[in-house]
């Protein structure tokens, strides 16, 4: 995991897996995703251009969902 607030993000997953997100969380749900390399810059860009938003923040909850899995996964194997 590339030193992201792994809290942070489920915090975050969960408010805009919920709708209940701002649009400042969202942005920080998104440059998370970003830093730890599980969004690529392209779809940052679209996301910041307002380009599919919806789709893309749709796919940013799944591999959200696959990122905190995926740590979970590692410290039960540790």
Not at 5 to 18: A, F, R
Not at 23 to 34: F, G, P, V, W
Not at 37 to 64: C, E, F, H, L, P
């Amino acid at each position: 995991m590339n030193n992201i607030n792994l809290q942070k993000l489920l915090s975050l997953s969960q408010k805009v897996q919920s709708g209940k997100a701002t649009k400042d969380q969202t942005d920080e749900y998104m440059s998370l995703l970003l830093q730890n390399k599980s969004i690529t810059a392209k779809q940052y860009s679209d996301y910041k251009s307002n380009r599919n938003v919806d789709d893309i923040v749709n796919a940013a909850v799944v591999i959200g969902g696959i990122v905190l899995l995926g740590y979970l996964l590692g410290k039960l194997t540790e």
